[in-house]
């Protein structure tokens, strides 16, 4: 049985919402998802990444996802923002982001 993912709100950053406006103005009328051919999940996000990053001739590493959110949550944190709102947008708590990305 497949288990429903929790939902969150997350703000939508200036550097993603210049990438994501042109796709909503492109976006047939009723179009709910911007990137629909996209959704994939698990192993196959993974898969789908490294096939981009491939295709573009950069870099990959290991554990993108992890290191990516460490990424993003430690620019978030410089950015005076508190750290437990930052846990919640990018579902974990301080002690997990603690443990994990320091």
């Known amino acids: 049985m497949k ?3 929790p939902s969150r709100t997350v703000p939508l950053f200036p550097e993603v919402r210049e990438c994501l406006d ?3 103005e492109s976006a047939d009328e009723g179009q ?4 629909p051919r996209h959704q994939v999940t698990g192993s196959a996000l ?5 096939a981009v990053c ?11 996802w992890q290191n990516m959110r460490a990424t993003r949550e ?10 437990h709102n ?11 982001a603690l443990k994990h990305y320091n």
């Open 3 to 5: 288990r429903e993912q």
């Open 22 to 24: 042109p796709l909503w």
């Open 32 to 35: 709910v998802l911007i990137l």
């Open 46 to 50: 993974k898969k789908e990444l490294t």
């Open 54 to 64: 491939e295709k573009l001739k950069i870099p990959t590493w290991k554990k993108p």
């Open 74 to 83: 430690t620019e978030l944190t410089a950015e005076g923002h508190p750290i």
């Open 86 to 96: 930052v846990c919640h947008w990018l579902g974990n708590s301080p002690s997990t």
